[in-house]
């Protein structure tokens, strides 16, 4: 019997089994597979699936810079006959279609990258910044002109309201003495102002934000020299207090390091300044744009194992194989077990020549 005689039920079940990445490929083979792949039953039924497989195979996104290609890399971790742990990596270009890259006479150059329930916002600049926020499930990009001319101080956000599910969009700049705070509704295809000061006079935003559970969290400075952390609630449309990090084993670090497990907890690497000490790994208990707590994941001693210092925001942890991977500024990636302090080094660049982990990526359903 052929794949066009057999029942719809039964065509469903195969094809949410294929992966993601085939997706393009199943919709281009007849108009039926295009129908029942655009289904929103079917899309929910696929991406349960590909869920699942996320669980056991960790996805980072991996931006090459430069060009317009995106790579969805699979890091798979496995345990070797030995008990320690090694890594698998599988790397699928999932390029946003050249068509809508079209910039007339425009000169852009791509400076942030954003992620957040499987929906993707590149963030171009010149004299205004345009947003391309795409979810590569539907293959459908969208672009969004910001309402004000760009500024040398400007930062993104990228989450949703957790009380209906509307994804939204956070810009706040700086051209002196204003302050701007605005936010882009993508339900609604506006932008507004609202009442939630950037606080940019008190905080030093160090690295890039990580989206979780539908809040931004930032590694910051406040007006008193404390680091922790810094949450812009998407709900409530404001900035939470300043959150504390997890005391660190020493006092002299060189990099603190922000990274999401399951996009239900928080992970914080500490790098000491110093090689011959360690990376204290926590993992918040609880995680909200009020409250946190924190457990300890573990500490790798020797730290003169891995070159130099992790990139900023540059590794994930699976906690049930007490492993993380951590990507050093050489395009190596570090396996580390928490159980044996085995190190296991894996060159990255035979898959890309420079990148840039954007963060796990689970597919969604959310039209755009």
């Keep these: 019997m052929r794949m066009t005689n057999l029942p719809r039920d039964l065509v469903e079940k195969i094809l949410s089994r294929v992966p993601v990445k085939t997706i393009p ?38 931006i090459t810079t430069g060009d317009t290609m995106v790579y969805l890399v699979r890091f798979n971790l496995y345990e070797t006959c030995n008990k320690n742990f090694d890594v698998s990596i599988n790397r699928t270009c999932i390029s946003i279609p050249r068509e809508h890259l079209q910039f007339s006479d425009e000169t852009l150059v791509r400076s942030q990258v954003l992620v957040s329930s499987g929906l993707l916002i590149c963030v171009w600049r010149n004299i205004k910044s345009k947003l391309l926020v795409w979810n590569p499930y539907w293959g459908k990009p969208r672009w969004i002109d910001c309402p004000t001319m760009y500024c040398s101080y400007e930062r993104f956000a990228f989450g949703y309201d ?36 950037s606080r940019r006079n008190i905080i030093e935003y160090i690295v890039p934000g990580l989206s979780l559970k539908g809040n931004t969290y930032w590694y910051a400075r406040d007006s008193e020299s404390r680091y922790g952390l810094s949450c812009f609630d998407f709900t409530r449309e404001r900035f939470g207090p300043h959150l ?16 999401s497990v399951k996009e239900e907890k928080l992970a914080v690497l500490f790098a000491s300044m110093y090689p011959s000490l360690g990376l204290d790994i926590w993992v918040t208990n609880k995680i909200e744009p009020y409250e946190v707590s924190w457990s300890k994941f573990f500490r790798v001693e020797a730290r003169q194992h891995i070159d130099h210092c992790v990139k900023s925001g540059h ?13 050093d500024r050489h395009n190596n990636a570090w396996v580390i077990s928490g159980e044996s302090g085995h190190f296991r080094k894996v060159d990255l660049r035979q898959y890309s020549e420079a990148f840039d982990l954007v963060g796990c990526y689970v597919p969604s359903s959310v039209q755009i």
């Design 25 to 62: 490929a199943v919709r281009s083979t007849c108009k039926n597979w295009n129908l029942i792949s655009k289904d929103e039953r079917f899309a929910n039924k696929h991406i349960e699936n590909a869920a699942t497989a996320a669980a056991r195979e960790k996805e980072f996104l991996m």
């Design 162 to 197: 957790t009380s209906c599910g509307r994804h939204k969009i956070l810009r706040f700049s700086s051209d002196k003495p204003n302050r701007h705070v605005e936010i882009y509704d993508l339900s609604f295809d506006s932008w507004r102002t609202v009442d939630a000061p």
């Design 244 to 259: 504390p990090l997890p005391p660190c084993s020493y006092s002299n670090y060189y990099a603190v390091s922000l990274s």
């Design 315 to 327: 590794f994930f942890i699976d906690e049930e194989k007490k492993v993380v991977v951590v990507f």
